[in-house]
Each structure stands twice: as structure tokens, then as C-alpha cells.
């Protein structure tokens, strides 16, 4: 699947108590509770988005909360100033719409291209927030379209407005996804580095619950024993975390121990087939 990207907002936080307690949260996987932490504030329309994002990530890495990221984004609707609030409203639809149907709850992918196409018009081109909506264009363009030609350039874009904007988690999803292109192209040194990339900058940052995705993108790269290593550290901190993201269950599953040939005719051995790990929605 794939990492969500929240814009920066509810980064690091910086000078600010309350963003620096909403990250704690967040990079926690306590998205509830960073999301509370934003209710007083719902009437303000940078407010009312952050505390959507926060729900609609949540959605994407739990499977769960659907109506409350729906109410959330209501408010965030209701409450958009102008074009640029809007925007970023549209934004987080297109993302819940992508969640909801990347994970098979609901086919809802005309829907997500509608709304990302509706944020893409009414954003301004210095916006913070059109970078995450490129990416997220990126998203459905590779996920849902099996389109990883278009998703590319839309990746690219998404990079480049985020080293602009400083937006530094941003850039750890846009890595990885790159990097996801180029592995899936066969250019095993380029994904190497950007999935190296976008694990360094998850551990700077101290985004725990995106952690394991990307220590699990990167043990794609590597030969082993180093891919075995890195798979079983995302495994721990995968049920450190609780089974989050629940999507990357399957993809940590150790593999299975060959069973003893029979003693009295051994069958030779044939080799299973391999096949390639479940893309994550946004991870």
C-alpha cells in the first residue's frame, strides 16, 4: 500500500506547545487523541483541516473511524474560508475517498480523482498544501489507475514543492514512493537510496508509526542477511505499535518453515513462486 502524508502542519510543531503535543500523538499513532486536542479550535479553518488529516490518516493505517474523519471533514467544509481552505478540505476528501477504496471498504475512486482534481484548481501555486496534493494525485494515478507513468511526475512535483516549502515528512513519503518506482523499474542502487532517505528522515523525526513501513520498503532493496534484519526490526516495531499499520501484516509475516520430507520418498524439491509485496497505500 502507501504511507499518508499529512501536510506539515502537526510536523514537529516547533515553538508551538499545541503542535509540538499533536505530533507526539500523531507519530504515536494516538491520532483520537491529537485530533481532540484540535476541537476547541474547529471553528478556524486550519484547525478544522489538520484535526480531518489527523482522522483520515488514522483511517488509512487502522482501517477504522470512518464516520468520525467523515463528520471531521464536514466541519473542515463548513468552515473553509476561501479557495486555499477549500483546497485543502477537497484535499483531505480526495484522501479519505483513496483510503476507503485502497483498503476495499468502499469503491470510492472517482470520487478521490474529483475532489484531488477540485483541490488542484482552487489551490494557489504557492500553497503549502499543493505539494501533498500532488502527492496524493501520485497516489491514485499508481494505486488506484495502475498508472505508474502519471504517478511519477506527480511524485516529482510533490518532492520538489516540498524541499521549497520545507515540508521534511512530506519528502520521507515522496522517497519511498519514488523509490517504489524505480525498484519496480529495476533500478535496484536508486531505490536503495531513496528508500535509505526516506527511513533517515522518519528516525530524525521520531515518526514512529511510519517507521516499519519503511524499514520493510527498504529490506526490498537489500541483499541478505541485511534484508532479514531489517524486516524483523519492523516487525517488532510493528507489534510495538499494536499491529499498525494493519496493511503491512501480511508483508512482515516470517516465512514459513519448510516441513521434513517424508523418510521414505523424499519428492524433490520444487521452488514456491515469489511474489512481489503488496504496495502500501501511502506509507
Known amino acids: 500500500m502507501a504511507d499518508t502524508a499529512m501536510s506539515g502542519a502537526g510536523t514537529t510543531g516547533g515553538d508551538d506547545p499545541l503542535q509540538r503535543a499533536i505530533w507526539r500523538l500523531r507519530s504515536r499513532g494516538c491520532w483520537t487523541d491529537a485530533a481532540a486536542l484540535l476541537t ?23 482501517g477504522q473511524g470512518w464516520a468520525e474523519a467523515e463528520d471531521a471533514l ?3 467544509e463548513a468552515v473553509a474560508q476561501d479557495d486555499d481552505d477549500r483546497g485543502a478540505a477537497a484535499c483531505e476528501r480526495g484522501q479519505l475517498a483513496y483510503a476507503a477504496t485502497v483498503l476495499g471498504v468502499r469503491d470510492r475512486a472517482d470520487e478521490a480523482r474529483s475532489a484531488l482534481g477540485r483541490a488542484a484548481a482552487l489551490l494557489s501555486p504557492g500553497s503549502r498544501t499543493r505539494p501533498l496534493m500532488d502527492f496524493r494525485r ?3 494515478a499508481e494505486h488506484l489507475a495502475d498508472a505508474p507513468q502519471s504517478a511519477r511526475p506527480a511524485y ?4 520538489a514543492g516540498a524541499l521549497v516549502h520545507g515540508d521534511t515528512l512530506l519528502l520521507s513519503f515522496t522517497w519511498r514512493h519514488l523509490a517504489a518506482l524505480a525498484l519496480r523499474d529495476g533500478e535496484v542502487a536508486e531505490a536503495r537510496k531513496g528508500f ?3 527511513l533517515r528522515i522518519r528516525e530524525e523525526l521520531g515518526f514512529l508509526i511510519g517507521t516499519a513501513p519503511a524499514l520493510a520498503a ?12 531489517l524486516r524483523a526490526e519492523a516487525r517488532r516495531l510493528f507489534h510495538l505499535l499494536g499491529g499498525i499499520p494493519t496493511w503491512l501484516a501480511d508483508q512482515l509475516q516470517p516465512p514459513a518453515a519448510a516441513p521434513a520430507p517424508a523418510a521414505s520418498s523424499p519428492a524433490p524439491a520444487v521452488p514456491s513462486p515469489v511474489s512481489p509485496p503488496a504496495p502500501s497505500p501511502a506509507a
Open 218 to 229: 527498504l529490506a526490498e532493496a537489500e541483499p541478505e542477511p541485511e534484508a532479514a534484519r
Open 138 to 140: 501520485g497516489l491514485v
Open 156 to 159: 516529482r512535483r510533490a518532492h
Open 74 to 76: 464536514r466541519v473542515a
Open 40 to 62: 476547541p479550535h474547529a471553528e478556524h479553518a486550519g484547525a478544522a483541516v489538520q484535526r480531518t488529516a489527523l482522522l483520515v490518516e488514522r483511517c488509512l493505517f487502522t
Open 196 to 198: 535509505t532517505e526516506s
